[in-house]
């Protein structure tokens, strides 16, 4: 695999930056994660546009100046995947302060791009693994609060909430977790949209608290599509527990249903009939079956 690194495309390992660099000592870079999907017409990016508008936003939200145009971006990121022949994988690309700082905030403003396209077996993953029920725990760690943070940003400092909150599910004998805002209320998981279904009606947290993630966005249109009652809510801890079924959604792994919660399971089957119906939507829209797969897939 070979990384595309400000033009040109360069061996992992010379993929680095400095250990004083600004956005590896303060966490100041940003970044996306979006899928190459295999699609009746060939290789595509999913949701590629939806992607690079939200790295702009987190440029605006940190004080970062990308050095190139969304359509730039997207043109690098489809070179890329061309390059390294990629069939259905997975796209992650940086935008980060690599000059030399000590200071907390970067005096050299230069702004660098990396951008990775590999296939899933190339990085270790089966796609048939991604998507597995899960056993959740409900994190000690408190979802970032919006003052603190702007939770709208993918910017690497950010997940160390997530990094703390995974390690604890993990040593608590769960595969993931769910984060709770400062109030008690649901917010999402480490890197993934937490949804929900009560009597039928398909519920998350509203997304001035939690990241708008783009498979987020894709569930919930393709959930009012087929007619499933969407419901954007404040969900306790204790109402987790009534519910009927709940799944996440995250580029990768697309839908990733929960089969229980801190050891409640939350019915006898898993998944549950809306997140099969999710689950089947979502797979169609990433391979071009669904009609309206267009508004989602940029074909390679």
Known sequence: MKAWINGEFKGLDQANVSLLSHSFGRGSAIFEVFDI????KGPAFFAIEQ???????SADLTYMQLPMTKGEIIDACTETARH?????GVVKLFAYFPGIELGVYPQNQEVHLAIFCADFETVGLKREELCTPVDIGISSYRK???????????????????????????RSGYQDFINCDLDGYVAEG????????EKGVLKTAAVDGVLKGITRMATLALAQ????????AKISREELMAMDEAFFAVSIK???PIRSIDGQKL????PGPITQRMIEALDRAYTGEDPQSGKWLMHI
């Open 37 to 40: 999907t295999s699609t009746v």
């Open 51 to 57: 992607h690079i508008d939200r790295l702009f936003t």
């Open 84 to 88: 390294n022949n990629v069939k259905e």
């Open 144 to 170: 970032l609060h919006p003052d603190t943070m702007p939770l709208h940003a993918k910017v690497c400092g950010s997940y160390v909430n997530g990094y703390l909150s995974t390690a604890e599910a993990l």
């Open 190 to 197: 480490a890197a993934a949209s937490a949804f929900f279904v």
């Open 225 to 232: 599509d087929l007619g499933i009652p969407v419901e954007e």
């Open 254 to 256: 697309r839908i990733q």
């Open 267 to 270: 019915s006898e089957v898993c």
